[in-house]
């Protein structure tokens, strides 16, 4: 198969006992805050009739993800799809320990590494060159400086933005920055990688080059969970998927089963 | 825990070099400005206003530096969380390393702008040159002061989106009160008194510059740190 990335992989096999990543009935819930428009007569009306909730509203609470229990083991790569607003990326920032669970567990072995926005610049008054630096910093914090170095120039070349390297970052395009962190981003391997629509800005050309790049680091870390709204990418680079609908699991099977389901579900019309 | 350390380090590094990026002074600015405000307010206070206090210029450099460093600081880092949500959801990263960088960065221009100024100053008044060490203390002091007051702002910014308002409008009047409540007490013979601890050291030794400034520290830390 050949559409969506444009490399086929070999698809991995679940090989250890140990999982890398454990969840157990995960709950998340958000705080929301509303503001409806009003006219000066109806906000009036609301403070006469309820003083203690108009001046201390009391926040809705909504429930993002509901009893999520996942095993994830070495060799697997996890797609994970459904539509906008389903827990997708909420639950890939629990799983990197950037929330904290309402309730349940999750417990990784290993290191984790996730990247969620590929268009984000430490400084923008910085050049490419500069943030890239810091950027790998944060990326990859355990790595020696020289061995630093190797990876940040070798990822600059790869992108193949020249001399804009040594510009502002405030000045790149979307694409530009996509660029810089996805090249970044696919230098080295990790025990559990989280990719969450990362090829959303590269151009069709770059998406082509980088595929391969990401592949070959999917290929060598420990399991991936790969985010994606296209089929076609979930097929490509993943041996097993789970399919979210209102913040449930609502299938983990292949691949082909789960698209089929969400394309069902959603009256999507398969692409060829 | 060392390694967000070294992150904070690096990230510090980093803003200092993007502040004066794109200005026409550059670095000369870490100087500029305390010097353009101790000349403003000592034209202000000692020549306008004939304020009586003894050794202004001395009083002005203990109190006024490190009044620019704790203010800067509190302004800056306030809003620094709720402000950087795209680059703390994009990846995993410690949001009080956020916060202390910006303080680091504002200590190191505080220093820098201290040690040149506090050359003509050892030059006038003539204590040894090396009693700057002494500050070692009080600097770390409120290093720590300023660090909590900071994060404890910035989180509360984050969901109070006034506190930086708050802030503002405290600090501005802050400053015009302590300068109206402190000159009634202050003079060169009688602050010692003040120092319980450290003023059987300090009238023996004569370090009069360095008592200073650790009142100058003391007296602007516990207002700031009573938030």
Redesign the interface.
């Known amino acids: 198969m050949r559409s969506g990335l444009g490399i086929g992989i070999k698809m991995n096999s679940i090989s250890d006992s140990k999982p890398i990543l454990e969840i157990t009935d995960l709950n998340i819930f958000f705080e929301l805050d509303y503001h409806y428009i009003a006219s000066v007569r109806e906000k009036f009306i609301q403070a006469v009739q309820n003083p203690l909730e108009f001046f201390s509203p009391s926040a809705d609470k909504l429930h993002v993800l509901k009893d999520i229990n996942l095993k994830l083991y070495h060799g697997d790569r996890l797609g994970i799809i459904g539509v906008n607003g389903t827990g997708k990326t909420t639950l890939c920032?629990c799983i990197?320990?950037?929330y904290v669970p309402d309730k349940g567990t999750v417990r990784t072995s290993g290191e984790?590494r996730?990247?969620?926005?590929t268009a984000?610049g430490?400084?923008p008054?910085?050049t490419g060159r500069?943030n890239a630096f810091?950027l790998s910093?944060?990326?990859y914090?355990?790595i020696s400086k020289a061995e630093r170095n190797d990876i940040v120039n070798d990822a600059l070349d790869f992108t193949e933005l020249g001399h804009f390297l040594d510009t502002?970052y405030r000045t790149y395009s979307k694409g530009m920055q996509t660029r810089l962190s996805l090249s970044l981003i696919s230098s080295l391997p990790t025990d559990l990688l989280i990719l969450d629509e990362v090829f959303d800005g590269a151009d069709q050309f770059f998406q082509k080059k980088i595929s391969k790049r990401v592949l070959d680091m999917i290929n060598k870390s420990g399991s991936v969970i790969f985010v994606s709204h296209g089929p076609e990418q979930i097929l490509q680079a993943c041996n097993r998927a789970i399919l979210i609908n209102n913040g449930r699991i609502a299938f983990d099977g292949s691949p082909e089963e789960v698209i089929k389901l969400y394309q069902n579900l959603h009256h999507v019309r398969p692409t060829a | 825990m060392f390694?967000d350390l070294t992150?904070t380090l690096?990230?510090t590094q980093?803003?200092l070099?993007?502040r004066y990026?794109?200005t026409v002074a550059g670095i000369v600015w870490v100087i500029l400005n305390p010097v353009i405000m101790f000349g403003a307010q000592a034209i202000a206070f000692k020549h306008i206003l004939k304020i009586t206090i003894e050794d202004y210029y001395l009083y002005l450099l203990a109190g006024l530096v490190p009044w620019i460093f704790v203010i800067m600081t509190i302004q800056m880092a306030t809003p620094i969380l709720a402000g950087s949500g795209?680059?703390?959801?994009?990846?995993?990263?410690n949001p009080i390393i956020l916060i202390f960088s910006q303080v680091l960065d504002n200590l190191l221009n505080f220093m820098l702008a201290f040690s040149i100024m506090f050359i003509p100053i050892q030059m006038m008044y003539g204590p040894p040159a090396w009693t700057i060490i002494l500050c070692i203390l009080p600097l770390f002091l409120m290093l720590i002061g300023i660090s909590s007051l900071c994060t404890s702002l910035s989180l509360t910014q984050v969901f109070y989106r006034d506190t930086n308002y708050v802030v503002n409008f405290i600090t501005g009047v802050m400053f015009f009160v302590h300068l109206y409540s402190s000159h009634q007490k202050w003079s060169r013979q009688n602050m010692l008194g003040y120092l319980t601890f450290t003023s059987p050291i300090f009238t023996s030794m004569r370090f009069e510059l360095v008592s200073i400034i650790l009142i100058g520290t003391i007296l602007f830390w516990p207002s700031v740190s009573a938030f």
Request: charged fraction near 25%; charge should be positive; proline fraction near 8%.
């Open positions: 920032r990197a320990g950037m984790v996730a990247i969620f926005d984000v430490i400084l008054e910085l500069e810091l910093r944060f990326l914090p355990n502002p | 390694r992150t690096v990230l980093a803003q070099k993007a990026r794109n795209p680059i703390l959801k994009a990846f995993k990263l």
